[in-house]
């Protein structure tokens, strides 16, 4: 079966420090790739999308990068977080005619 | 630019009522329109509908689309205090290609 793992849940980071978010999907390959922020209590705001190793698009300019080293592997990172980048981080991939899947998401806190 | 507009906000009921959800869409290349439940973490798929005027049906939930007015509704019978969620729609311009989520629709059902 398709699954996606998404981790850590949770995170309380000082401002100014180093951020990695990791995604892994498995049983499927190829798959398209999706980092979602959303605020406290609301929709998604699509961050960046990959279709395959190494393709990363952005879709809002940010403090945050995105990439895709092996091809069910999806990172996001910050150099130097900002508190603007608190939220609740998912990840996804596309399962075409049953939508997305989404990982459980990571809680970040930035103090 | 696309966008997904749900209404209302937010809604309080008591078990027992029914609910609408509202969603209207403007997706470049429209394909397909999804909804989603989120109760603590990840959203949850609920629905996709690609064809107007074809009902989906799954319990108590049900939801329709219209092409023509770019909408979609989302109904909850015979609510329970266990449907209390954000519900999320969201418009894709191919299937599961770069989902654009709404704000979200807060619903409570009290007991």
């Known amino acids: 079966s398709q699954t996606i793992h998404q981790w850590p849940a949770t995170l309380v980071q000082p401002v100014g420090s180093p951020l990695s978010l990791e995604c892994t999907v498995e049983g499927t390959s190829n798959p398209n790739l999706y980092w979602y922020r959303q605020a406290a209590g609301r929709g998604l705001q699509l961050l960046f999308y990959s279709v395959g190793i190494g393709q990363i698009s952005s879709e809002v300019p940010q403090n945050l990068s995105a990439s895709r080293p092996q091809d069910r592997q999806f990172i996001l990172s910050s150099k130097k977080l900002l508190l603007s980048d608190s939220g609740f981080y998912l990840c996804?991939?596309?399962?075409?005619?049953?939508?997305?899947?989404f990982g459980s998401g990571t809680r970040l806190t930035v103090v | 630019e696309d966008k997904v507009v749900q209404s209302p906000l937010s809604l309080v009921v008591h078990e027992g009522d029914t609910v609408t959800l509202n969603c209207s869409y403007e997706?470049?290349?429209?394909?397909?329109l999804l909804w989603y439940k989120q109760e603590k973490k990840a959203p949850t798929f609920l629905f996709m509908l690609?064809?107007?005027?074809i009902e989906k049906k799954s319990g108590r939930l049900s939801s329709i689309l219209d092409k023509k007015e770019l909408s979609s509704i989302l109904n909850i019978t015979a609510t329970q205090t266990g449907d209390s969620a954000i519900y999320l729609c969201?418009?894709?311009?191919?299937?599961?290609?770069?989902?654009?989520f709404g704000a979200g629709t807060i619903l409570r059902v009290k007991s």
């Open positions: 996804a991939f596309d399962r075409s005619l049953y939508g997305y899947t």
């Open positions: 690609t064809s107007s005027g």
């Open positions: 997706v470049t290349n429209f394909r397909s």
């Open positions: 969201a418009g894709g311009g191919e299937y599961g290609n770069k989902l654009v």
